[in-house]
């Protein structure tokens, strides 16, 4: 009896601070939504803060969607990470693979020599000298190649691919089959898991990168999403263009974060339970 009533007031001690963390989590986006949607006078009778207007007003949305520069940047994003991301994870399961096979001759120095590349990298200079002198400046693989692989994501894969059963690769080949196709017609299907959770990975960092644009790329016609929406920012909050607006400019500021992420999260729920799987990499099994 004892046992049962402190196991019911453990849950609900739980429950409570699960429920604290969904409102801390949750109250920051309804917060963001709400000021996009809320009108300039009930900004200014709510003294710039407002959780639930009262009223609805879509001028912020109209304002940033009337751009052209916004439609064009969006399908510079979409190719960058369609494209990035699909080349992320080939390389990066080409590269796992290998590095899972224990008999892999050199495997040690190969892992020792590519965790190296965690702890310390050219830098900011060198990088970008690397990136002209391959002629990738105001092009959109600028965007894509020197990121094309990262090595975090490589030992999540490696970690997941030794977790499968040897039998398998052994099965496979007694059978005939090569490295390659137990890799094609094996692995990958028995890693959709890791797969889908390494590509969310690099998807989002393709989506919400600016800093590798801001530095290779000059020409605004190649200016990614974030990058255009960064801009949208900064000339909202312009003293000379603020006198010419009806809208306020904390409502223009959460409408670009809500053009800028609602892609993102339109698609998670459809990789959520892939993800939830991936998210016990390296777990023990029961």
Do not use: C
């Not at 000021?35 to 912020?60: D, Q, W």
Request: aromatic fraction near 12%.
């Amino acid at each position: 009896m004892v046992s049962a009533k402190s196991d019911k007031l453990f849950n609900s001690v739980v429950y409570l601070l699960l429920a604290a963390v969904a409102v801390v989590a949750i109250f920051p986006l309804l917060y963001v939504i709400s000021m996009s949607l809320t009108p300039y006078s009930e900004v200014i009778k709510n003294g710039g803060f407002v959780v639930i207007p009262r009223s609805i007003s879509f001028e912020a949305y109209q304002r940033i969607l009337a751009d052209p520069a916004l439609g064009r940047s969006m399908l510079v994003t979409l190719f960058v990470t369609v494209t990035g991301t699909a080349i992320n994870m080939i390389l990066t399961t080409m590269a796992a693979y290998p590095l899972s096979r224990r008999n892999l001759r050199g495997r040690t120095f190969f892992l020792l020599f590519i965790v190296i590349t965690m702890l310390f990298n050219g830098g900011l200079i060198p990088t970008y000298l690397v990136v002209r002198s391959l002629g990738m400046l105001d092009t959109l693989w600028s965007l894509i190649i020197p990121g094309a692989i990262a090595t975090f994501n490589v030992l999540i894969m490696k970690s997941f691919f030794e977790n499968l059963p040897e039998e398998l690769f052994e099965s496979a080949k007694i059978d005939g089959a090569k490295e390659f196709r137990i890799l094609w017609q094996i692995v990958i299907p028995l890693s959709i898991p890791s797969i889908m959770t390494v590509g969310l990975f690099y998807m989002v960092g393709h989506w919400n990168s600016f800093f590798s644009a801001i530095l290779y790329i000059t020409d605004v016609k190649l200016h990614p999403l974030q990058v255009v929406i960064r801009n949208m920012l900064l000339l909202t909050q312009s003293n000379e263009l603020q006198a010419e607006f009806t809208v306020p400019t904390a409502a223009m500021q959460m409408a670009a974060v809500i053009a800028g992420s609602l892609p993102i999260i339109v698609v998670y729920p459809f990789i959520q339970k892939h993800f939830t799987k991936g998210m016990l990499l390296g777990a023990i099994k029961g």
